[in-house]
């Protein structure tokens, strides 16, 4: 079973700066990658898919970047509707998620 | 606007049989493959189930095969998910989710979830 380890567990950012987020899996998955945007109390939200694909209606401070097993998700100018927890998603066989990083306010 | 509600948790005690619902609504519900995606405090967001475009496709995951069967009505725009033999593992805010390409394992679109409690 492919793992997915994200790190840092918990990421402390003032609004405006960035916000860089890894994502790792235990095996090869190619770009077969999503990450997510969780809020409480709201629906889970896709922000980039293929590693590096916006979703749609996702703005352009978002990045995704990597391949194989190393992943990072940059938020740059971050702005208070950015905070919450990001979960990435292996989607190259049966899906697995990572265990989340909370980005919370400086 | 693109929308998925689910409904139908509550609490129930271990052994017991409690069934999920999903409605779906703006957007072309056969086109596109569907699932269960649960949540807790212990394992994070964990995949449950699928089921495909037609209905004649599911798959589970290993913690709820045999106990979980999923189905839809293309006719109604719902997706359920009947769950037998609870236990307390179970526990955990349980989601729909859209497959954002035909039958895809990505998520285009979830709903706010469904909380289910397994306590006796």
């Known amino acids: 079973e492919i793992v997915m380890t994200q790190s840092p567990v918990t990421l402390s950012v003032s609004p405006g700066e960035r916000a860089t987020l890894s994502c790792r899996a235990s095996q090869t998955i190619s770009t077969n990658l999503a990450w997510y945007q969780a809020r409480r109390g709201q629906a889970p939200r896709l922000i980039i898919y293929s590693a590096s694909t916006r979703a749609t209606g996702v703005p352009d401070r978002f990045a995704g970047s990597g391949s194989g097993t190393d992943f990072t998700l940059t938020i740059s100018r971050l702005q208070s509707e950015d905070y919450g927890v990001y979960y990435c998603q292996r989607y190259d066989n049966w899906p697995t998620f990572g265990q989340g990083t909370r980005v919370e306010t400086k | 606007q693109m929308q998925l509600e689910e409904s139908g948790g509550g609490v129930v005690q271990p052994g017991r049989s409690l069934t999920l619902s999903c409605v779906a609504s703006?957007?072309?519900?056969?086109?596109?493959?569907m699932h269960w995606v649960r949540q807790n405090p212990g394992r994070g967001l964990e995949w449950v189930a699928d089921v495909s475009r037609d209905g004649g496709t599911r798959y589970y995951g290993d913690s709820v095969e045999g106990r979980f069967t999923i189905s839809r009505d293309n006719s109604k725009n719902t997706v359920d998910l009947q769950m037998n033999d609870v236990r307390v593992e179970d526990t955990g805010l349980y989601y729909c989710?859209?497959?954002?390409?035909?039958?895809?394992?990505?998520?285009?679109?979830w709903g706010r979830g469904t909380l289910v409690t397994v306590s006796s």
């Open positions: 989710a859209k497959s954002m390409f035909s039958g895809s394992f990505h998520f285009d679109l």
């Open positions: 703006g957007f072309p519900f056969s086109n596109y493959a």
